[in-house]
Structures are given as structure tokens and as C-alpha cells.
């Protein structure tokens, strides 16, 4: 039954035999390395996408992009028909595929993992996978090893959607398996005019005045492919004043001294920016647009960087939340619509302790998962309204499908009786809200436009915005350790279940410090234990760190931290 599929597969693998010395993980970002050895694992994850395809019978999206990573770096990843991560259940697999050592190894395990999955391989299906890429001079050799891998499964074709943000390449996947447009243009339609409504409904303007609103905003694009579709965006939204620095167009480094990992972690200006803009309201994204943080630059005399992250971003966009559903409330109550929904905030134990207490101090429930989007995104949607974010930046807000369907028909209700009432516009918001943002994923474009529209609506400066709470000073070290499997974790990574003893050593010394938490959790990818510590004070904070770091290396073995 198998045997043209078997000998395309045995042809096409042999073109892109794997690295020798190197083996691979699928982890939340897919595979990333050193663009010289990904060829053979690009391949591969072209098969992954093309069985994926066949299995789910929808499409199945491919980015080649290595984000905030240097320029010498890339990658691939797996969009699922919903525009979400590659399921876990398949990342063995993934895991597999790309450390298989020859040919006929490959193609054993393809034709075993389908008649696991009963997947038909005699190409009595067809199916589509979209592919795209960021602006990495890489990217075109590996994409056309993706390509090659799709072409492999019979039935399987490839979509090139050409150069795209990651978040892009999600969008589309997401609205092309529910049977609508999911073309550029459509995504730029759909944030220019959620925008737009979402301006206008603000109490205090009755038409799309841009003009008299303070919107000097300027945006580092990283020299990746986020500025130049905002630049591209800016002409849908007919007078946002964005100046767009870092744009990819031949000034810079992709990611090198610029972007939002380099901003959020460094806390300096990047390249491109400096005394010209003190006090003014600046945003970062990363390489490939799926990440973004704010900033102003407070003096000329100084190349610090006063940091507006994820966890403030989170923190508008549940204010925000919540107030339209206290405003619904009241009228629901008022004329008995049913309508409540749950609302959550999504945190890792790297959000500022500062950001959790005034969640919670809102009235909002807060819960906690391991590090990493693909955790994050699954307990989100544990809610009718899941917001999540990192304090890198990256982050969305979910809506579910009983939580839209019931907003659209209260919109019309509420327009019959009260039309530009107070729970009217709020219903609207809220309705606007859920097609401005990227529910797929991580969108720093679509996030721009959401954080700069509520803060239009609340007429708040940035420096309002920043001051809602003071974060705790922290400080993270990484210590080399032989085997980093030696430590596990509970809740959520911030308790130490093995080695025994290391936890209670932990607490004793975080108990030493005002306001301190600590905890410990092994890299996903190297033989390390990071440390995250905070305190009420800089200096507490180091100190419990460093402290952490050499109880971690006396239970553990010799090592080094920095």
C-alpha cells in the first residue's frame, strides 16, 4: 500500500541528510539552532505538518523564524488548525523525526507513527499546509527544505504565504479552518477597524479624531519583519502618528542591540533611540512581531530605560475587561440577561510578585502554570475571558465561542432599547476586543493598537500606566549543573520536589528577606538551574539569589553561575 509514498520519502530524505553531533528538542519555540544545521529538521518538520494536515483534515500552518534570536539563528514550528501551538500529545513524535539518524530509520517511523494515528498514506486525501517566513537571510534555503518536506506525504501541498510575522502566519491558519478570508489584507482590515470602533466608542469622542488625541508613539521593530508590516498597517489607520525606527530596511542587525527581548532584559535604550525621547511613549517588538514591551527613556544623561512589560500590559487589558463587564452587569441585572462570564488572568512564576498582588487586589482571579506559552494558552481557555501574559511581552487575551455568541445578540438587544448607552458601548468594546486581538496567539502588533486604544479610552499617560504598582526588585542567575533532570517541581516550577532537602533550604533562606520569593526550575534546553529571586530591595534581592545559587551547586555538584 505504501511503497510510492516509501520510495518519495526515501528519495526526498536523502537530499537532507541530519547533522552529525546534533540533536534536536520541539519545545514551545519548535526546534531553534544555528541556521547551517537545521536543513535536515526543517524537512522533517514538513512531513510532521503534512501528517498533521492529514489527520486533523484541516490546515495546518509552518514558520520558519527563530524570533528574538540572533540573526545566525532560525527555526520551525507547527500552527494547529485552531492557530495554536502543535499539540503536545505529538511533540515525541516531533522529537523523533528530527533525531532519527538515517533515511530508512525516518521513514520506518513515519510509516509506524501513521498507522498509530490512522493516517491513510496512498493519497486518497489531499490537505494544505501554509508556510511562511520571517526576514532572516536563511529563511529561503529552509523554507524550500520545508516545501520539499510537505511534498513528500502524497496528497499534501504547500501554501507560501511569503514573508509574515509569526502571529500573521497563526491568524490565518485560525480563520482559514473556519471557512473565512484569512488573506493580509484581511488581517490588516480586521485590526484597523476593531481599532477604529473601539476609538470611537469612547465616551468622550463622537467621530475618528486621531488627530486630537496625544499619540506620539515611536516603535522599535527589532530590523525584523514587525516593522515593516506596521508600516504597511499604518496606512489602514488614516493618521496614527507612529514613527517606526529599527525597521528591517537595511539600518540595522535583526534583534542586535534592538527588539523587545533585548529592551525587557537589558532595561537600556536600543539602538536608535535616546535623548530625543525622553517622556515619550515607546514600544518594542521582537523579531518575528509575536512579542512587545513599552518603555520611556526618563533622562537624556542616562541609557536606562524605565520598563512598561507583560505584566503591566496584562494588567490594563484585565482592567479594561473587567470594567465593561461591570458595566454589563449592571444592565443585564437590570433587564435579566444571563450573562457571566468567567473571567481569569494566566501568570508563570516569573510575573513580578508586585503584578500578582494587585491583580488579586482588583477582586480578579489569578492562577499560575509551568513556564511557557503552550501552558499559559491551554489554561486560558479554561475561561470564557482567559488573559495571559509573560513578562517578555508575549501574551494574549481568549474569548469563548458561548461568550461571543451570547455579546453579539446583548449588542443588538441593548442597541434596540438604549443605542449609545453606557452598557451599549460596552458591549461593543468587549465585541471589538475579541476580533482586535490575536486569540491564536502572542500578536504585538494587534496588542499595540489594543494597549494604545484603552489607553486613549482612560485619557491615561504611559506614566500612568506605569506607575499602577511598583514592581519588586529581582534578579535572575543560571547555575551549570551535569544533569539538570536531578531537580523537579511542583506547582506551577516554584516548589523543589527532588532533591530532597533543597526546598526547605530554599525557604530557610528566603525567609531572611523582606517581601523575598525564590524558586529554582532546570532549563528546558541546557544543563542548567535558573534562579529567580525577589526582595523589597535591590541589593535583598541579589543577595537571595546568589545565596540560592550556591545551595543549588552544593546539592548538585560544582558549578558556575552568572
Same mark, same amino acid.
Given at each position: 500500500m505504501y511503497d510510492n509514498q516509501r520510495d518519495l520519502l526515501l528519495k526526498e530524505s536523502d537530499r537532507f541528510p541530519p547533522p552529525q553531533g546534533v540533536r534536536l528538542s520541539y519545545?514551545? $519555540?519548535?526546534?531553534?539552532?544555528?541556521?547551517? +544545521?537545521?536543513?535536515?529538521?526543517?524537512?522533517?518538520?514538513?512531513?510532521?505538518?503534512? #501528517?498533521?494536515?492529514?489527520?486533523?483534515?484541516?490546515?495546518?500552518? #509552518?514558520?520558519?523564524?527563530?524570533?528574538?534570536?540572533?540573526?545566525?539563528?532560525?527555526?520551525?514550528?507547527?500552527?494547529?488548525?485552531?492557530?495554536?501551538?502543535?499539540?503536545?500529545?505529538?511533540?515525541?513524535?516531533?522529537?523523533?523525526? $528530527?533525531n532519527a539518524s538515517s533515511s530508512q530509520d525516518l521513514v520506518q517511523l513515519i510509516i509506524e507513527f501513521a498507522e498509530k494515528?490512522?493516517?491513510?498514506?496512498?493519497?486518497?486525501?489531499?490537505? @494544505? +499546509?501554509? +508556510?511562511?517566513?520571517?526576514?532572516?537571510?536563511?529563511?529561503? &534555503?529552509?523554507?524550500?527544505?520545508?516545501?520539499?518536506?510537505?511534498?513528500?506525504?502524497?496528497?499534501?501541498?504547500?501554501?507560501?504565504?511569503?514573508?509574515?510575522?509569526?502571529? @500573521? #502566519?497563526? =491568524?490565518?491558519?485560525?480563520?482559514?479552518?473556519?471557512? &473565512?478570508?484569512?488573506?493580509?489584507?484581511?488581517?490588516?482590515?480586521?485590526?484597523?477597524?476593531?481599532?477604529?470602533?473601539?476609538?470611537?466608542?469612547?465616551?468622550?469622542?463622537?467621530? =475618528?479624531?486621531?488627530?486630537? =488625541?496625544?499619540? @506620539?508613539? +515611536?516603535?522599535?521593530g527589532a530590523n525584523g519583519v514587525g516593522g515593516q508590516k506596521l508600516e504597511m498597517l499604518k496606512e489602514m489607520l488614516n493618521g496614527l502618528a507612529i514613527e517606526i525606527r529599527n525597521s528591517g530596511k537595511g539600518e540595522g542587525v535583526l534583534n542586535e542591540g534592538v527588539g523587545a527581548d533585548f529592551v525587557q532584559k537589558e532595561k537600556i535604550v536600543p539602538l536608535g533611540f535616546g535623548s530625543q525621547d525622553v517622556g515619550i511613549r515607546c514600544a518594542s517588538f521582537d523579531g518575528d512581531a509575536d512579542r512587545l514591551v513599552y518603555f520611556t527613556v526618563p533622562s537624556e544623561s542616562s541609557n536606562r530605560i524605565n520598563l512598561v512589560d507583560g505584566d503591566k500590559i496584562l494588567s490594563l487589558f484585565a482592567i479594561f475587561i473587567e470594567e465593561q463587564l461591570t458595566i454589563l452587569a449592571a444592565r443585564t441585572k437590570a433587564t435579566k440577561i444571563d450573562f457571566r462570564p468567567t473571567l481569569g488572568v494566566v501568570q508563570t512564576a516569573y510575573a513580578n510578585g508586585a503584578s500578582t498582588q494587585y491583580l488579586k487586589a482588583l477582586g480578579l482571579e489569578v492562577v499560575f502554570t509551568p513556564t511557557g506559552v503552550k501552558y499559559l494558552h491551554e489554561k486560558a481557555a479554561e475561561y470564557d475571558i482567559g488573559i495571559y501574559f509573560e513578562a517578555n511581552g508575549h501574551g494574549t487575551i481568549l474569548f469563548s465561542d458561548y461568550c461571543i455568541s451570547v455579546l453579539q445578540p446583548l449588542y443588538w438587544e441593548l442597541s434596540d432599547v438604549s443605542s449609545g448607552s453606557k452598557s451599549h458601548k460596552a458591549a461593543l468594546r468587549l465585541l471589538a476586543v475579541t476580533r482586535l486581538i490575536n486569540q491564536a496567539v502572542g500578536d504585538a502588533l494587534s496588542g499595540l493598537l489594543l494597549v494604545e486604544a484603552i489607553l486613549q479610552h482612560k485619557n491615561w499617560s504611559i506614566q500612568t500606566w506605569s506607575e499602577l504598582y511598583q514592581d519588586l526588585p529581582s534578579r535572575q542567575l543560571k547555575v551549570k549543573v551535569v544533569d539538570r533532570t536531578m531537580v523537579e517541581t511542583t506547582n506551577a516550577e516554584t516548589e523543589v520536589v527532588k532533591p530532597p532537602g533543597l526546598q526547605e533550604a530554599i525557604n530557610s533562606k528566603i525567609a531572611k528577606y523582606p517581601k523575598g520569593r525564590c524558586f529554582i526550575r532546570p532549563s528546558g534546553t541546557e544543563d542548567v538551574i535558573r534562579v529567580y529571586a525577589e526582595a523589597s530591595t535591590q541589593e535583598a534581592a541579589d543577595d537571595l539569589a546568589t545565596s540560592v545559587a550556591k545551595l543549588v551547586d552544593q546539592f548538585l555538584g560544582v558549578g558556575s553561575s552568572n
Open positions: 519545545g514551545t $519555540a519548535g526546534f531553534r539552532e544555528d541556521a547551517s +544545521v537545521l536543513l535536515s529538521t526543517v524537512y522533517r518538520v514538513g512531513i510532521l505538518a503534512a #501528517l498533521r494536515a492529514l489527520k486533523t483534515g484541516k490546515r495546518i500552518g #509552518l514558520m520558519i523564524t527563530a524570533s528574538h534570536n540572533k540573526v545566525s539563528d532560525n527555526g520551525v514550528k507547527v500552527a494547529d488548525p485552531s492557530g495554536g501551538m502543535l499539540t503536545q500529545d505529538w511533540e515525541p513524535f516531533a522529537n523523533a523525526l $528530527a494515528e490512522n493516517i491513510l498514506l496512498n493519497g486518497s486525501k489531499s490537505a @494544505q +499546509v501554509l +508556510v511562511a517566513r520571517d526576514t532572516r537571510p536563511s529563511g529561503e &534555503l529552509l523554507l524550500d527544505a520545508a516545501k520539499h518536506g510537505i511534498g513528500s506525504i502524497i496528497g499534501v501541498v504547500a501554501h507560501d504565504l511569503g514573508i509574515l510575522t509569526t502571529p @500573521q #502566519l497563526h =491568524w490565518m491558519v485560525h480563520v482559514r479552518n473556519k471557512g &473565512l478570508n484569512g488573506s493580509e489584507r484581511d488581517y490588516f482590515h480586521e485590526l484597523s477597524s476593531s481599532f477604529r470602533c473601539l476609538f470611537n466608542s469612547n465616551p468622550n469622542n463622537s467621530e =475618528w479624531k486621531l488627530k486630537d =488625541w496625544d499619540n @506620539q508613539l +515611536v516603535v522599535d
